[in-house]
T-cell receptor, first 114, second 116 residues
Framework: GENVEQHPSTLSVQEGDSAVIKCTYSDSASNYFPWYKQELGKGPQLIIDIRSNVGEKKDQRIAVTLNKTAKHFSLHITETQPEDSAVYFCAASIGGGGADGLTFGKGTHLIIQP | GAGVSQSPSNKVTEKGKDVELRCDPI?????LYWYRQRLGQGLEFLIY????????KSGLPSDRFSAERTGESVSTLTIQRTQQEDSAVYLCASSFRAGGTGGELFFGEGSRLTVL
């Protein structure tokens, strides 16, 4: 099955700086890559996703890039703010549901220093 | 409208007891997932329901774990003879279509289980 590696496990940045979280996946058939944000005591929430037919997608301060050849994708957050502090999970999917529907990375704890 | 609702939010139990966790998905969502999240860890897939199809139980860690869902409504996750290693947050998510096809998963806030 799919295997998703996520780095770093913890990332601390100064408020206003950029943050980058990277993920790699193993199955070249994966075609859908969402990112979820989990705030303390809450369930994860989808913040952005990308499909394999595009290389980059932006939504305000958040962007995701995908390199299919290298099988890695990244989340970029610019002008970080205190409310960006959370755990971020990447995921990859070969389609469908169930165990192969979405494979999550182990998460990155992003800390925004004031 | 209402999001995914899970109960109880917190459960403390003694080793060896059975526990039942409940998930109310968003109305109309055919797909429902259960995940386990140990402290500081990622999301561990447990089980997936899609409509009236047979569930994908491949993530259940042992036969002490079981889950049911009636049609497209409430789901319950049951853990029998709980062990300390079962302590975790159990997250339920629902979606209009399978998560892997691009369906956004809507998560509940989880049920935190502590086994003493």
């Amino acid at each position: 099955g799919e295997n998703v590696e996520q780095h770093p496990s913890t990332l601390s940045v100064q408020e206003g700086d950029s943050a980058v979280i990277k993920c790699t996946y193993s199955d070249s058939a994966s075609n859908y890559f969402p990112w979820y944000k989990q705030e303390l005591g809450k369930g994860p929430q989808l913040i952005i996703d990308i499909r394999s037919n595009v290389g980059e997608k932006k939504d305000q301060r958040i962007a995701v890039t995908l390199n299919k050849t290298a099988k890695h994708f990244s989340l970029h957050i610019t002008e970080t703010q205190p409310e960006d502090s959370a755990v971020y999970f990447c995921a990859a999917s070969i389609g469908g549901g169930g165990a192969d529907g979405l494979t999550f990375g182990k998460g990155t704890h992003l800390i925004i220093q004031p | 409208g209402a999001g995914v609702s899970q109960s109880p939010s917190n459960k403390v139990t003694e080793k060896g007891k059975d526990v039942e966790l409940r998930c109310d998905p968003i109305s109309g969502h055919t797909a429902l997932y259960w995940y386990r999240q140990r402290l500081g860890q990622g999301l561990e897939f447990l089980i997936y329901f899609q409509g009236n199809s047979a569930p994908d139980k491949s993530g259940l860690p042992s036969d002490r774990f079981s889950a049911e869902r009636t049609g497209e409504s409430v789901s319950t996750l049951t853990i029998q003879r709980t062990q300390q290693e079962d302590s975790a947050v159990y997250l339920c998510a629902s979606s209009f279509r399978a998560g892997g096809t691009g369906g956004e998963l809507f998560f509940g806030e989880g049920s935190r289980l502590t086994v003493l």
